[in-house]
DNA sequence: CGTCCACAGGAATGACGGGCGG
DNA sequence: CCGCCCGTCATTCCTGTGGACG
């Protein structure tokens, strides 16, 4: 007892007074700081587009391209912010509301965001999209002023369900209503734009921003501006930032990797009860990560998907020279056999093979291979390991 | 130079559960 | 409570296609 108590305690005590920390939230995705280094030109470009609205007029629709972790959602947040507040010093009418379409991914979902936003109670499901469209008619009709919308990853909603959603947002300033609505496009693929109907697309590429990938001496700016935040004083080894930067800008300039390294590194500083943070936490970060974000995605997956994953695995121990969706699914009927699951078609294992892409487990390329057709051939993109680990269960019925 | 393989991947459809309006 | 409409998963049927083979 007293034991338990005193370890509790010291448990307490030693996340109140960190030695490393300061902290820890000003490393988080979420997290807006009050600098964003080498974004200027792009604030400086959102913020002159929006500040339309400060005149009560329509600022014009922008369409935000750039690779994950480049600033787009902090410097949009950013705007949006400092523009809310200016409007109400200036009195103005000026909403936005914030949509992450990953995790909106129906349409049905964005449009009860956008109802949410406007302060309109929506019910998670049961509506028809018209009607939530019809209420949030009535609400903007009732706000009148200048709403922006911004939908965030927006490949990823546009890529499964089509583009009728944006053609409908962009068609409530013909409905007869004194609102303005404005819209923010953000996406990390470039051929988005081209994908889209020819009338969307010319509306939604008015404004064009684009944010270019940081390199390793932007990326060490970044983390300078928020290890001074995060960390206490002389925590940080000399070389860690260049380090954490140095790992992040070969992963396509990644500012997020970059924050969640530095982070990590430190909670592994504090796990360890050192009192500096080396290159060594680091490394073992780097480690970390990898492992422990696909041992997630892994235990999430769906059944099938994971018969599908330990199909691809026993190929590439039994050295397959090219992995094919054929092979995979020969391979796959027979395990579902084994196990007694019942066992899809293979249509459909072809789109769990391109998920399984998408999710970066693996990479799946399409490849002619002439006379002997047209197939994917599959290369297991993780460390092997990992994947063993996460499939254990399975392994043991199967051999 | 045409064929034809081995699939990719779109469209239409259905089964099913969740969840609301009425 | 019913009927309706969602979103998700899965099937069925289909057309499309790069390039080695003959």
Same mark, same amino acid.
């Given at each position: 007892m007293w034991?338990?108590?005193e370890?509790?305690?010291?448990?307490?005590?030693?996340?109140?007074?960190?030695k490393?920390?300061?902290?820890?939230?000003?490393?988080?995705?979420?997290?807006?700081?009050?600098?964003?280094?080498?974004?200027?030109?792009?604030?400086?470009?959102?913020?002159?587009?929006?500040?339309?609205?400060?005149?009560?007029?329509?600022?014009?629709?922008?369409?935000?391209?750039?690779?994950?972790?480049?600033?787009?959602?902090?410097v949009?947040?950013?705007?949006?912010?400092?523009?809310?507040?200016?409007?109400?010093?200036l009195?103005v009418?000026?909403?936005?509301?914030?949509?992450?379409?990953?995790?909106?991914?129906?349409?049905?979902r964005?449009?009860?965001?956008?109802?949410?936003?406007?302060?309109?109670?929506?019910?998670?499901?049961?509506?028809?999209?018209?009607?939530?469209?019809?209420?949030?008619?009535?609400?903007?009709?009732?706000?009148?002023?200048?709403?922006?919308?911004?939908?965030?990853?927006?490949?990823?909603?546009?890529?499964?369900?089509?583009?009728?959603?944006?053609?409908? $947002? +962009? %068609?409530v300033?013909? @409905?007869?209503i !004194?609102v303005?609505? *404005?819209?923010?496009?953000?996406?990390?693929? #470039? &051929?988005?734009?081209?994908?889209?109907?020819?009338?969307?697309?010319?509306?939604?590429?008015?404004?064009?921003?684009?944010?270019?990938?940081?390199?390793?001496?932007?990326?060490?700016?970044?983390?300078?501006?928020?290890?001074?935040?995060?960390?206490?004083?002389?925590?940080?080894?000399?070389?860690?930032?260049?380090?954490?930067?140095?790992?992040?800008?070969?992963?396509?300039?990644?500012?997020?990797?970059?924050?969640? $390294? +530095? %982070?990590?590194?430190? @909670?592994?500083? !504090?796990?360890?009860? *050192?009192?500096?943070?080396?290159?060594?936490? #680091? &490394?073992?970060?780097?480690?970390?990560?990898?492992?422990?974000t696909t041992?997630?995605v892994?235990?999430?997956?769906?059944?099938?998907?994971?018969?599908?994953?330990?199909?691809?695995?026993?190929?590439?121990?039994?050295?397959?020279?090219?992995?094919?969706?054929?092979?995979?699914?020969?391979?796959?009927t027979?395990?579902?056999?084994?196990?007694?699951?019942?066992?899809?078609?293979?249509r459909?294992?072809?789109?769990?093979?391109?998920?399984?892409?998408?999710?970066?487990?693996?990479?799946?390329?399409?490849?002619?291979?002439?006379?002997?057709?047209?197939?994917?051939?599959?290369?297991?993109?993780?460390?092997?390991?990992?994947?063993?680990?996460a499939l254990?269960?399975?392994r043991?019925?199967?051999?």
């Open positions: 034991c338990t108590m370890y509790i305690d010291d448990v307490f005590l030693s996340v109140l007074r960190s490393i920390f300061k902290n820890r939230d000003a490393l988080s995705p979420d997290y807006i700081p009050e600098v964003l280094p080498h974004r200027e030109s792009q604030i400086r470009r959102l913020g002159g587009i929006l500040a339309h609205a400060l005149k009560g007029s329509k600022p014009g629709n922008v369409f935000i391209y750039g690779l994950t972790g480049t600033g787009k959602t902090a949009t947040k950013f705007v949006l912010r400092r523009l809310t507040l200016k409007a109400r010093e009195n009418a000026v909403k936005y509301a914030y949509i992450n379409c990953r995790q909106s991914d129906t349409p049905y964005v449009l009860a965001d956008i109802a949410e936003a406007l302060g309109i109670r929506v019910p998670f499901t049961g509506l028809s999209i018209a009607e939530v469209y019809r209420r949030i008619l009535r609400g903007l009709n009732e706000y009148k002023g200048v709403f922006i919308i911004v939908l965030d990853e927006l490949d990823s909603l546009i890529k499964r369900k089509g583009d009728d959603i944006l053609y409908k $947002l +962009l %068609r300033n013909e @409905e007869g !004194e303005k609505v *404005s819209l923010i496009c953000i996406t990390n693929d #470039v &051929k988005l734009l081209e994908i889209l109907d020819p009338r969307v697309r010319s509306s939604l590429g008015e404004e064009e921003i684009i944010f270019p990938p940081y390199n390793a001496l932007e990326l060490r700016d970044i983390l300078l501006f928020r290890a001074k935040e995060a960390f206490n004083d002389g925590v940080l080894e000399e070389d860690v930032i260049p380090l954490c930067a140095a790992l992040a800008a070969k992963e396509h300039g990644d500012a997020r990797r970059a924050l969640d $390294l +530095l %982070r990590v590194a430190g @909670e592994i500083a !504090e796990r360890e009860n *050192s009192d500096k943070v080396t290159c060594e936490h #680091v &490394k073992k970060a780097y480690s970390e990560i990898e492992k422990n041992l997630e892994v235990k999430s997956l769906p059944l099938q998907a994971k018969i599908v994953l330990h199909a691809i695995l026993l190929l590439e121990e039994k050295n397959v020279k090219p992995i094919t969706t054929g092979h995979i699914y020969s391979v796959y027979n395990l579902c056999k084994v196990i007694g699951v019942s066992c899809l078609t293979q459909r294992i072809s789109d769990i093979i391109s998920q399984l892409d998408t999710l970066g487990l693996i990479s799946a390329e399409i490849v002619s291979r002439g006379r002997y057709g047209r197939t994917r051939v599959v290369k297991i993109n993780v460390d092997r390991k990992i994947l063993v680990e254990k269960d399975w043991s019925i199967t051999h």
